[in-house]
C-alpha cells in the first residue's frame, strides 16, 4: 500500500471558505489523479481507491464546500457546479499541478466534463463513475426524494440502518459491516455525540430548487468538446441515473472511449469492484505514456 496521506487546508475560489482535501502519493509521480466525490458525499469515499493508487501516483481527494471538513457556505446558491469547479482549479494551481487526471463519481463526473471542456490542455484524461452528459429525470427525482427522507439518528447502529435502507438498492450484496463503515464515510458526530450527516443542509435547499429537466440534457454540448480526451465511463448495472444507451451515446465519435459495466451495483459503484480497480489501474498506465 502506499504512504498515508496529509491534510491540506485551503481556500475556495473566492477566498472566503476554508476548504479540505487529502493528499496521497509523491508529489513528483508521473501522473496527478483528482478525486471528486457525488452531491453529499465527501472524499472518505475515495480512502480505498487513494491508498491503492498512491503506491504509483500523486492523488488529491477533497472536499467539496458544504461537505466532510470544508467549511459550509452561508449562501446556498454557490453549491453549484460551476463554483465546485473554480474551488478545485484554485486548489490544483496553489498545489502547482499543471496537468492532471480526474476520477469523478456523480456530481463529480459533471465536475469533471466543466473542468476538461473549459481548461482541455490540462486533462490528461477522466474517469466518469456513474455519470454522463444526460441525466433522466426520473432518477434525478429518485436521488433526490431519498436524500430528502433522510431522518435524525442517535446512535452509529441507527446511522448504519439508515444508509442501508436508504443505499441498498445500489448494494444489494452489502452485509451489517459494510453498511457500518458507510456511516462511518458519510457521517459526523455532533457535539452531543450523535451522528449527523456530513454535509450542509443548504445543499439540499439548492437541489429542490433546481429544475431537473433543465439538468437532463444540459451537458451535451459540452461533450461535443471532450472527443480526445481519453474517457473510461464506469456504470453500475442497476444504476438509474446512466442508461446502457445514455452510455453508448458517449462513445459514439469519441476517439478514445472505454466502457465498463459494474455488475451488481446501483447509484454509484465504489470503485473498489474487481472489474473497477482493473479498469483505473489500466487506464491510468495508459494515461502515464500519454
Not at 502506499?2 to 491534510?7: A, N
Not at 431519498?146 to 431522518?151: E, H, I, S, W, Y
Not at 443548504?202 to 437532463?216: E, S
Not at 452510455?247 to 451495483?265: K, Q
Amino acid at each position: 500500500m502506499g504512504k498515508d496521506h496529509t491534510e491540506l487546508e485551503f481556500r475556495s475560489a473566492g477566498g472566503n471558505l476554508r476548504l479540505h482535501a487529502q493528499l496521497w502519493g509523491p508529489p513528483d509521480a508521473s501522473l496527478t489523479v483528482l478525486c471528486l466525490h457525488g452531491l453529499t458525499r465527501n472524499a472518505a469515499d475515495f480512502g480505498f481507491v487513494a491508498r491503492r493508487l498512491s503506491v504509483r501516483y500523486r492523488v488529491i481527494a477533497a472536499d467539496q464546500r458544504g461537505r466532510g471538513k470544508s467549511e459550509w457556505d452561508p449562501d446556498p446558491s454557490n453549491y453549484h457546479p460551476d463554483t465546485y469547479v473554480a474551488d478545485m482549479f484554485a486548489l490544483l494551481d496553489g498545489l502547482g499541478v499543471d496537468r492532471f487526471a480526474v476520477i469523478g463519481t456523480s456530481l463529480g463526473g459533471l465536475m469533471a466534463i466543466l473542468m476538461a471542456a473549459s481548461q482541455p490542455a490540462r486533462m490528461r484524461g477522466m474517469v466518469l463513475n456513474d455519470i454522463g452528459p444526460e441525466i433522466p429525470v426520473l432518477g434525478l427525482q429518485q436521488l433526490r426524494d431519498a436524500l430528502n427522507a433522510r431522518a435524525p439518528s442517535t446512535t452509529w447502529a441507527e446511522a448504519a440502518l439508515q444508509s442501508k435502507r436508504l443505499n441498498q438498492a445500489a448494494f444489494p450484496d452489502y452485509g451489517d459491516e459494510q453498511w457500518e463503515a458507510f456511516a462511518r464515510r458519510t457521517y459526523v458526530e455532533n457535539s452531543a455525540g450523535h451522528p449527523i450527516a456530513a454535509f450542509d443542509p443548504g445543499i439540499l435547499k439548492a437541489l429542490n430548487a433546481t429544475d431537473l429537466t433543465a439538468v437532463q440534457t444540459s451537458f451535451w454540448p459540452l461533450w461535443k468538446r471532450l472527443e480526445s480526451i481519453p474517457l473510461l465511463a464506469i456504470r453500475g448495472a442497476l444504476s438509474d441515473i446512466i442508461s446502457p444507451e445514455i452510455l453508448e451515446a458517449m462513445g459514439a465519435g469519441h476517439t478514445d472511449f472505454t466502457a465498463l459495466t459494474v455488475p451488481n451495483r446501483g447509484h454509484a459503484p465504489m470503485l473498489d469492484e474487481p472489474s473497477a480497480v482493473q479498469a483505473i489501474d489500466a487506464f491510468l498506465k495508459k494515461l502515464e505514456s500519454m
